[in-house]
């Protein structure tokens, strides 16, 4: 079946542009996940989506990232005002229940450079 | 709060050699850790998972890993590398405790000379 897809696969953007990533999961996976890895820092937790509950913020870095997830399926990842220091590979994955038993599948990112 | 180190950032191995990635973790409970291979402009693939069990668990691609808990390690095993096995691992770490988040280590990228 499908895997997990993203759009776009690359972006660039002007430093105080807002940009969308969109991240279609599996369907029938349950929990949603973005992460960003960026020269430097690794692979880092974003931030989670288990069906219908409330998100698990924890590791968005600041008020200028949010993100979305409707129906329970598609998700947008926003960066408001976005900074240099946003450039990185935008990675989202999901799983069939957002326990850590469960394999994460990931896609295959979205390239942000931020100029 | 947990942790995964990789202490080796590259590697370099010839085809037919063995391989050995190291990993260690610190997490205060049960740890479920997993290994992840990213080729070059690929999103991450599961290559192994370790839940509980059998310390040796076998994975895709002819790899193993083996968890250590008195050494907090996991590390990542091939008998004889393939030219195609040249790409970046990644190990990581959750459990019931770390909510539904993954930490990853920094990566080991591996070169395979012919």
């Known amino acids: 079946g499908a895997g997990v897809s993203q759009s776009p696969s690359n972006k660039v953007t002007e430093k105080g542009k807002d940009v969308e990533l969109r991240c279609d999961p599996i369907?029938?996976?349950?929990?949603l996940y973005w992460y960003r890895q960026s020269l430097g820092q690794g692979l880092e937790f974003l931030i989670y989506f288990q069906g219908n509950s409330a998100p698990d913020k924890s590791g968005l870095p600041s008020d200028r990232f949010s993100a979305e997830r409707t129906g329970g399926s598609v998700s947008t990842l926003t960066i408001q005002r976005t900074q240099q220091e946003d450039s990185a590979v935008y990675l989202c994955?999901?799983?069939?229940?957002?326990?850590?038993?469960?394999?994460?599948?990931f896609g295959p990112g979205t390239r942000l450079t931020v100029t | 709060a947990q942790s995964v180190t990789q202490p080796d950032i590259h590697i370099t191995v010839s085809e037919g050699a063995s391989l050995e990635l190291r990993c260690n973790y610190s997490y205060g409970a049960t740890p479920y850790l997993f290994w992840y291979v990213q080729s070059p402009g690929q999103g991450l693939q599961l290559l192994l998972k370790?839940?509980?069990?059998?310390?040796l668990v076998q994975g895709i691609k002819g790899f193993e890993a083996e968890f250590k808990r008195s050494q907090s390690s996991f590390n990542l095993r091939k008998p004889s590398v393939h030219w195609s096995d040249a790409a970046e691992y990644f190990c990581?770490?959750?459990?019931?405790?770390?909510?539904?988040?993954?930490?990853f280590g920094g990566g080991t990228r591996l070169m395979v000379k012919p």
């Open positions: 369907s029938g996976h349950t929990a």
């Open positions: 370790y839940f509980s069990g059998d310390t």
């Open positions: 994955a999901s799983s069939l229940d957002g326990t850590s038993l469960y394999e994460q599948y």
């Open positions: 990581a770490v959750g459990g019931k405790d770390a909510g539904n988040m993954l930490t």
